[in-house]
Structures are given as structure tokens and as C-alpha cells.
């Protein structure tokens, strides 16, 4: 059964850093998925923030290109996202998801591509 699991969120001034974990356990396929996703509030929309495959081919939001940096360690099968100069407006719940199905340019952010989903941790920035 696959698992995600993320974590490393926290409070920050703006300008401050913080690298979020996402370990995915239980997978035998050999394509992967990893995308990182934002909400502000339940009642908003899930966004999707970055995007990294098993090739290590990437892609983010606009709004985030440039300070953040996802990154991938194979031999922990763990994903990194690095976010340098936090905005207030990077507050959310930042979840982690994965998936195993081929996907087409474009909808690497799309959160109806992901099935499995981690719990969220929760990143706060002060101006």
C-alpha cells in the first residue's frame, strides 16, 4: 500500500526559508509523480506548486519559479521542496501527493492527476 508522508512546515518571517519532506513508501512501479500543493483554506482551491518525475523533469507555478526548488533523493525516496524568500501570501497547508500514470505537459499540476495524498503541514509567514 503506498503511503505519503510530509512534513517540515513551520513559521517564518518573510524572506525566511524552509525545506518541506515528502517520503513515498510502498510503490514497486517504476514511474513516479511527486507534486506539491497549496491550499489556503478548505474552502479554496488545491494549487500546485511544483512537480518533479522519475526522469527529475520539473515544473512550477509561476509564482513560485525562481524560490523554490524541488528536488528528489533516490536512495531515501524522498522529495524535497526548497522555498526561499517566503512571501505572507506562501501561507497554506502545503500537501504532498504522488502518482504512478503517465501524464501529459500541462497537468503536472493538476491535482485531479494525484491519488495519493499526505496529510499536510501547515507553513505560516509573518511579514
Known amino acids: 500500500q503506498v503511503h505519503v508522508q510530509d512534513a517540515g512546515g513551520g513559521s517564518v518571517q518573510a524572506g525566511g526559508s524552509l525545506r518541506l519532506s515528502c517520503a513515498v513508501s510502498?510503490?514497486?512501479?517504476?514511474?513516479?509523480?511527486i507534486g506539491w500543493f497549496r491550499q489556503v483554506s478548505s474552502g479554496k482551491k488545491r494549487e500546485g506548486v511544483a512537480?518533479?518525475?522519475?526522469?527529475?523533469?520539473?515544473s512550477y507555478k509561476a509564482s513560485v519559479q525562481g524560490r523554490f526548488t524541488i528536488s528528489k533523493d533516490n536512495a531515501k525516496n524522498t522529495v524535497y521542496l526548497q522555498m526561499n524568500s517566503l512571501k505572507p501570501e506562501d501561507t497554506a497547508m502545503y500537501y504532498c501527493?504522488?502518482?504512478?500514470?503517465?501524464?501529459?505537459?500541462?497537468?503536472?499540476?493538476?491535482?485531479?492527476?494525484?491519488?495519493?495524498w499526505g496529510q499536510g503541514t501547515q507553513v505560516t509567514v509573518s511579514s
Open positions: 512537480h518533479i518525475d522519475s526522469n527529475g523533469r520539473t
Open positions: 510502498g510503490s514497486t512501479y517504476p514511474r513516479i509523480h
Open positions: 501527493a504522488a502518482d504512478f500514470s503517465r501524464k501529459t505537459v500541462g497537468r503536472m499540476l493538476n491535482r485531479y492527476e494525484y491519488n495519493y
